[in-house]
């Protein structure tokens, strides 16, 4: 388990999973991680997420989706900041991915959100991640 990085945690057991075909895994919970997994269900990424309070921390127990010839939603997962470089942007300079066929995460002062939103909101802020 990653201590130092529990997003790239997340986005590598994502990966993993994936990989492996599993249906679905679990992570431990926090709220960053709950808006992230909240954002690829709005973009259609996984099929659902929900929160199982178990610990003291809780479990997020994540639901992946696989197109009908088996193949993962999601090709590829990169994380982008890190905790050893953060990685800001303007509004204007947001990152497409893949020429629009991904999705660029961002936190934002407004919550965590798509490009596309942090363009049409005129808002920046910390590029987390990159998934198509």
């Not at 997020?60 to 990685?87: H, M």
């Amino acid at each position: 388990m990653s201590w130092s990085d529990p997003i790239a945690d997340l986005l590598t057991r994502i990966r993993n999973a994936g990989m492996a075909k599993h249906k679905r895994l679990d992570v431990p919970a926090s709220n960053f991680k709950e808006a992230i997994l909240k954002l690829m269900v709005r973009e259609n990424y996984i099929k659902s997420y929900r929160k199982i309070e178990e610990g003291p921390q809780g479990v997020l127990r994540i639901y992946l989706r696989y197109e009908e010839d088996e193949r993962n939603a999601i090709e590829g997962l990169e994380r982008v900041s890190k905790p050893g470089r953060r990685v800001y942007v303007d509004a204007a300079s947001a990152p497409r991915v893949r020429s629009g066929l991904g999705v660029s995460v961002i936190s934002t002062s407004h919550g965590v959100m798509t490009d596309l939103e942090a363009r049409q909101k005129c808002i920046g802020g910390e590029v987390i991640a990159k998934i198509w």
